[in-house]
């Protein structure tokens, strides 16, 4: 056997593609004949499109055509929407305005220069209507939706929560609040749409799930699923926005097919803050109560978040009240309240982002209010199995990452007393939270090939959104066959390809690389019995051959050696084929999964400016088996940087009175950068879970966000005195 790559800090196989720009994103594919696409949104909304006058545009330059809901093909499946992650789209099919940026024309030309000119030239009439756009102002019309998230029951209940609020010694009855963001990735939306006649679509699209993507075509378009292709080899970053198929796919494929040509188009800046979803705004409720000696006695967290009117989407923040801790009477509730806004999405750890805050922040409260160390608390009421599940843990060692994070930052030494910490006329505040996320696997398939020349490749149709996939599963790939890393090679990102579910829940390295793993193994149980039938291998069993330095051998005699591209030269077959089809493990069913984290966090806050500076973080994390560390830490790190963003900056700000989107841009719609962000210190803490999945890992991509923002708010709160339950912490907020 080749050395173990699984668990090796290995370089990005695509890295050097990425940085010499040879690596093709979706609007960067080479298409002959293309044209180009530019969406025109509405500048009212709510009511209706009266008239749009478009001859100005349709004699300008270079313009093709200029499709409207006057003009444009009616598309069968336009209105229908499927289940899971499925969107409602906005396709020019009626004059209905229901949000402000909402698609009214898409005009398309020879250049991506002349469409935006002719865009500008469009004269629309509306008969607008009064919006209703704030949270706070609708909530009384909230209502139950659902589910909670996809697929958790909306309301839970355990125990008896009101009597134990009544007989707890200290209680915390508090609101918190988190805004409404927008997902920013480098690259925005943008695809290329070819038609192949008039019911074979290929789209080269920037997906998070290409194959959710090719089933909304073929319904939308009323064509044999088999005939729509998708192809994403590199995404430049998604976040959950690019998981759903969103309006602007199908309009461009819609003009695809209008004019006869491949058709390309992007969203704009603005226009990702209106078409391709957000996290919604939060209102939680949180009541918790604790008996004298610290023990939890009782937990009550009610949430309330905004959906469309035409839509639903449930951001899910109480799901980790219902497991974290150990209480015996805790209930959670989801509402929401339909406004005239667009259609929320998943943002990185949707629900438990946000969720987490409330919580943690809560669980502070209460630690003061006990007088005891916020660690101490946590530990007193740490949970050996899944209350809410009836079930063990499949592993857990949230204990470690709290002891391994506390001791590497120092907590022993923390003084209580907020204010009573200084660095000269700074004040200095220590912060922390716990951090959990759902070890999530979805059923998925693969396939692996020895070709003639003895290399192997293996292919599954998921994505790479700049997390390592294609790194990953090469490593998984080479370790189950046997064979060194530089022998295998993997695709990903067409769904031509076996089908995988979406690159999102963190559950890509676990589901997928689950199958490619088995598919790597069906590969090599074959490749063994092929070689037994080798003239070199005669009356040998299978079992007593190897794969050494990327060749068979008899193990113990180094003399009978042949190179897989001598085995393959002997048969007639253009390649050996191995492969995989999925579902989650049958033994999660017995058990509850889940990763587990704590954060550190020290902020430096000026005591005249209210200026709050983050200067150290420890983070430990505990995620089953890590595949690569190189790739992995920098995931938590990511996770971490925006969780610092959500405390401090990130706030989507909607005009009221029009329902407008008054930050559209990063010059206002703030993140952090490097001179935010201190140097980060990241701890794995090693698990192994030989339950939760076939490669033993539980996804990182999202737990680096969980318990982040109420870390830094708890650290402000130690520095200053001062409880922020409103995010982000403005200087305003702490004035």
């Known amino acids: 056997m080749s050395p173990p790559v699984v668990g090796k800090g290995i370089d990005r196989v695509d890295a050097r593609l990425k940085v010499t720009g040879q690596a093709q994103y979706a609007t960067e594919v080479p298409v002959a004949n293309v044209l180009y696409g530019v969406v025109v949104t509405s500048t009212r909304a709510k009511g209706r499109l009266e008239a749009l006058d478009a001859k100005a545009a349709e004699a300008a330059p270079g313009v093709v055509a200029v499709i409207t809901p006057f003009n444009a093909a009616k598309l069968p499946g336009a209105k229908k929407k499927g289940e899971g992650i499925d969107r409602v789209l906005q396709l020019l099919q009626d004059q209905d305005i229901a949000y402000d940026d909402f698609p009214i024309a898409l005009v398309v030309a020879d250049s991506l220069e002349r469409a935006r000119g002719a865009a500008e030239l469009l004269k629309a009439g509306y ?131 209008t004019v006869g040509r491949p058709v390309r188009l992007s969203l704009t800046r603005q226009q990702m803050f209106s078409l391709v979803g957000y996290r919604p705004r939060t209102i939680q409720q949180l009541a918790l109560g604790a008996s004298k000696d610290g023990k939890l006695v009782a937990m009550r967290h009610d949430v309330i978040s905004e959906t469309s009117q035409f839509d639903e989407f449930s951001e899910p923040s109480a799901l980790q009240t219902r497991m974290l801790y150990d209480c015996a009477n805790v209930s959670t509730s989801h509402r929401l309240v339909r406004l005239d806004v667009p259609t929320p999405t998943f943002m990185r750890a949707p629900g438990e982002s946000s969720g987490t805050f409330a919580l943690e922040v809560a669980m502070d409260e209460l630690a003061y209010a006990l007088k005891l160390d916020p660690l101490e608390l946590r530990l007193r009421n740490y949970a050996e199995r899944d209350l809410e599940e009836g079930k063990p843990w499949s592993s857990k060692s949230l204990r470690e990452c709290y002891r391994q994070g506390a001791r590497k930052f120092g907590w022993a030494s923390r003084k209580a007393e907020p204010g009573a910490q200084k660095d000269g006329r700074l004040l200095v505040g220590w912060g922390l939270a716990t951090a959990t996320y759902p070890a999530n696997q979805q059923g998925s398939s693969a396939v692996a090939r020895l070709q003639r020349d003895g290399t192997v490749l293996v292919q599954a149709g998921t994505q790479d959104i700049g997390t390592g996939t294609y790194t990953i599963m090469a490593q998984i790939a080479a370790d189950a066959l046997g ?242 339950r409103e995010l982000p912490i403005t200087l305003d907020k702490l004035l």
């Open 127 to 257: 008969a607008a209507q009064s919006v209703r756009t704030e949270l706070e102002t609708e909530k009384a019309q909230s209502y139950k939706p659902k589910t909670a998230g996809p697929r958790a029951p909306a309301d839970s209940s355990r125990g008896n929560v009101e009597q134990g609020l009544q007989q707890a010694f200290a209680r915390v009855e508090q609101t918190y609040t988190t805004p409404m963001q927008n997902h920013n990735p480098m690259e925005m939306h943008g695809l290329t749409a070819v038609w192949h006649g008039k019911d074979a679509l290929t789209l080269y699209d920037t997906s998070q799930g290409i194959f959710g993507v090719r089933k909304k075509m073929s319904t939308v378009f009323d064509i044999p699923l088999e005939n729509v292709r998708v192809i994403s080899r590199y995404v430049g970053g998604g976040f959950g926005c690019k998981g759903s198929p969103w309006s602007h796919v199908a309009l461009c494929a819609l003009a695809a097919r």
């Open 483 to 724: 064979l060194p890393m530089d022998q295998v090679r993997f695709e990903l990102g067409d769904t031509s390809m076996p089908e995988t579910p979406v690159s999102g829940g963190s559950m890509t390295a676990a589901s997928t690389g689950s199958a490619v793993k088995l598919a790597a193994l069906d590969l090599r149980k074959k490749l063994l019995v092929a070689a037994g039938e080798n003239p070199m291998f005669l009356g040998t069993n299978a079992q007593d051959l190897d794969l050494v330095d990327g060749a068979l051998r008899v193990r113990n005699d180094a003399n009978k050696r042949l190179t897989l591209q001598e085995l393959m030269s002997s048969k007639q077959e253009p390649e050996l084929r191995g492969e995989a089809k999925t579902e989650a493990k049958a033994e999660r069913k017995s058990y509850s999964c889940h990763s587990f984290g704590a954060q550190f966090v020290e902020v430096k806050v000026d005591p005249d400016l209210r200026q709050v500076r983050v200067t150290r973080c420890v983070s430990a994390f505990a995620a089953g088996k890590i595949l690569n560390p190189k790739t992995a830490r920098s995931q938590f790190m990511g996770g971490m940087v925006w969780g610092i963003g959500f405390a401090l900056h990130e706030h989507t700000v909607r005009d009221r009175r029009s329902g407008r989107i008054v930050t559209r841009d990063l010059a206002d719609y703030h993140v952090p950068v490097n001179a935010d962000i201190p140097e980060l210190d990241v701890i794995m803490v090693d698990e192994k879970d030989e339950y939760v999945n076939e490669v033993g890992a539980k996804g990182i991509g999202e737990i680096g966000i969980t318990g982040m923002a109420a870390a830094v708010a708890n650290a402000v709160f130690h520095a200053t005195g001062k409880r922020v």
